[in-house]
């Protein structure tokens, strides 16, 4: 069973920028497209940003532009770089498969986005 563990995120300043990385336990991470899903107080989970297992991306429309995720499959490890962060962007972080049978999910890495 495949192991996610999230890391990277803090407290940041309107307009700063932080990476997150996302390492995946097992080979069999390189086989799927992966996403970043993130989640705020009193809202649903959401993705945010999406990567197929040959590196095509896909972003929410509320992140274009500003955010931009990576693989590095020989590390079993996904990246997402923020930019030009905004409160709104506040949330916990997750990454996991990008559709059924997902792996277990992590325990996120918390953005705040705050002055």
């Known amino acids: 069973q495949v192991q996610l563990v999230e890391s990277g995120g803090g407290l940041v300043q309107p307009g700063g920028s932080l990476r997150l990385s996302c390492a995946a336990s097992?080979?069999?991470?390189?086989?799927?497209?992966m996403g970043w899903y993130r989640q705020a107080p009193g809202k649903q989970r959401e993705l945010v940003a999406a990567?197929?297992?040959?590196?095509?991306?896909n972003y929410a429309d509320s992140v274009k532009g500003r955010f931009t995720i990576s693989r590095d499959n020989t590390k079993n490890t996904v990246y997402l770089q923020m930019n030009s962060l905004k409160p709104e962007d506040t949330a916990a972080y997750y990454c996991?498969?990008?559709?059924?049978?997902?792996?277990?999910w992590g325990q996120g890495t918390q953005v705040t986005v705050s002055s």
């Open positions: 990567i197929t297992s040959a590196g095509r991306t």
């Open positions: 097992g080979s069999i991470f390189r086989l799927n497209g």
């Open positions: 996991n498969a990008l559709s059924s049978p997902y792996f277990n």
